[in-house]
């Protein structure tokens, strides 16, 4: 309809769709009244803290807990001994493999969980946990996921000896864990085989960690009258962890409340179960007191869950025109002393097959080898869809090294080689259905925007300067064009043990006209109290400002699989479109017998609906949610209130074109962020504010792992990163300034044409910065050096180079 005098107003006020409203969680959050899990406090709570092992693999010949119980205020020690009876001393994992809960017989990760001190309070239980003895017998080390496959290597999971047949097919060496393969591996070969030009590289993208600023930690409290267990944790899936904590306790799932409080930050460090929440649920049963754990900055680093570690080789071939002929992977994934992967359970290696990128490859394969090593378990998406991040990084990196061999440049190679906007919906060589893109249009809004063509003159006179001796700083442009898989996922092929990857709201419109909506998904600090009001705002024409946003407490929220993976837009922000037209259905209903009409003689304006060719004659949605509640409508049910379950029919597939240009010092290896442009494709965006806000965490956090953050081992097993001194987590002062841009193209299935955001600029951040520092050195003939590209291996790779004279 065409709009009235006053649409603009009545848009405006909704605060809807497009609007860059205001994050409304910001004024507890700037005001130190959060509510996190450490700010819970119950009556009688006691504290856990955990005996950790200093060997990186040893048998645990004894362990002595007399001194620790001697203490005054220990009230418990547990061991693997006290958790045996009930079954809890090992448990499963995501990834189908099950881990100590506690030591049985040896630890085989430095800081793995040996025994749980129970005490009055936190100091004491800290004091308690240096009484415990513990009589170790070291055994031989393996940190490299290659040695570990030789066939003399020491046997980690000695829990495992025999065993042929893994979660996800035959074991082959007593270390390795399955493989798992996608795509035409004897075509592949032909194809890349037959090219004109072959580029092969080995590409690693080392074992790095999410750090997110509060650790993690629970409270549980056992009310053994009601039979009651309530667990408060820094959970991003509290569903999950509600129905894992029934399947292992035996406690009934409705005698079971789980609630993440405020969360300060994921980054699927939060995904997992972790040994603290099962020792923490099993002394509050014991005890009958609440028990809080929460791991300090060390531990959360050394033992809970890691990211990447993936060694990738890779082949590619082109005509010597540079069109893409096929593409091979083959990635030998280090996932340290047990399989705790956070995937969907049918993808060990997560959607890794996203691997192709942006590019029209005819064909391709991968196949992934998981290993065991003395490291600490995880493989957790650190702001990435499930091995999204090194899938980009990957071909990124290929892309580049193929225009090297080509004598091409980067960006024209991407271009030639992209998938065309008319050729979405789009089905890759390794089996994915790209919802919608278009890449061209992106490329050359970002390639305009930076003057590519200029920085590319500069950097050609600055290689001349450089071989003159004029300067000592080389300039490298770092370009990027990836492609993203969000939103997991269809239940066909999707669930988490077992669990279908749906996700839900439930709205309840209250009789004046606002409302409550719950989700099953939960912030972290993403801003969904703000968004998802958005969403609802423009579906009931109730303002955002009047409707609440509730997640998890899965006492009252509807089931949900949670927040990460870049999830809950495509998910659970599908379902809250759903429902809030579930609402407007029966509002629908309610305003045609108020206006005595036929409800097809009404059509929808902004926030109320209109008897068509009248338009004085309307009901808002205030006035309909009141007459919901206080009027008897013939054949309709009183009451407002909608809830949708949301089963999504694809994925989307967000893009985004990035550059960076840096200036690199030679001598002294460090590097100087010049510039560094960000163009995001979303689909219909929500609120361009939070999500120019998404981009700038994601990308600091993409600065932190290609220049420097990094779990690094010694020899012996040793975290040689295992505190901020070591481990590179920028501030302001390193941080760059970010230049934002966007396009528009919507996701053709999701109600509202979303695709997620919160993790692309991780996904497209990492391979720019690294590609920057790639292309610096490219004209002195570098083609592939590791990250994380810190100071030192930066001046180490311009000496190996001959650039220091
Ligand atoms: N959006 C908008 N629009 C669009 C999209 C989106 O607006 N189109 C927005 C929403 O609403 C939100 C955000 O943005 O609010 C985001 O989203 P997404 O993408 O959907 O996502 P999510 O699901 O919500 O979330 C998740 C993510 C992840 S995943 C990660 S890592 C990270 C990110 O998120 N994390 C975090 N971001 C963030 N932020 C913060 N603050 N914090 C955190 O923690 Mo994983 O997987 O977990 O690794």
Redesign the pocket.
Known sequence: MKDLPDSEERRANLKGLGCARKRVEDARFTQGKGNYVDDIKLPGMLFGDFVRSPYAHARVKSIDAAAALALPGVVAVLTAKDLEPLGLHWMPTLAGDKQMVLADGKVLFQGQEVAFVVATDRYIAADAVELVEVDYEDLPVVVDPFKAQEPDAPVLREDLEGVTEGAHGPRRHHNHIFTWEQGDAAGTTAAIDASEVIAEETIYYHRTH?C?LETCGCVASMDKINGKLTVYGTF?APHVVRTVASLLSGIDEHNIRVVSPDIG????NK?GVYPGYVCSIVATIVTGKPVKWVEDRMENMMATAFARDYWMKGRIGATKDGRITGLHAHVTADHGAFDACADPTKFPAGFFHICTGSYDIPVAYCAVDGIYTNKAPGG??????FRVTEAAYFIERMIEILAIKLGMDAAELRRINFIRADQFPYTSALGWEYDSGDYHTAWDKALKAVDYAGLRREQAARVEAFKRGETRRLLGIGLTHFTEI?GAGPVKNCDILGMGMFDSCEIRIHPTGSAIARLG?I??????A???AQILASETGIPADKITIEEGDTDTAPYGLG????????VA?AATAMAGRKIRAKAQMIAAYLLEVHDNDLEWDIDRFVVKGAPERFKTMAEIAYAAYNQAIPGVEPGLEAVSYYDPPNMTYPFGAYVCVMEIDVDTGEHEIRQFYALDD??????PM??EG?VH??LTEALAIAMGQEIAYDDMGNVRTGTLMDFFLPTAWETPNYQTDWTETPSPHHPIG??????SPNVGGVPAFSNAVHDAFRAFGLTQTHMPHDHWRIWRTARDLGLHG
């Open positions: 999410p997110p991003q930050g994921g980054f699927g995904v957790v998406a650190y702001r990435c869809s969000v998904t912030s972290q600090g993403q801003g969904h703000t968004t998802f927040t990460y993976g870049s999830r809950s837009t495509p922000g979303c689909g219909t965006r929500i609120n939070i999500i998404q965490g994601g979303a695709k997620g955001v919160g993790e």
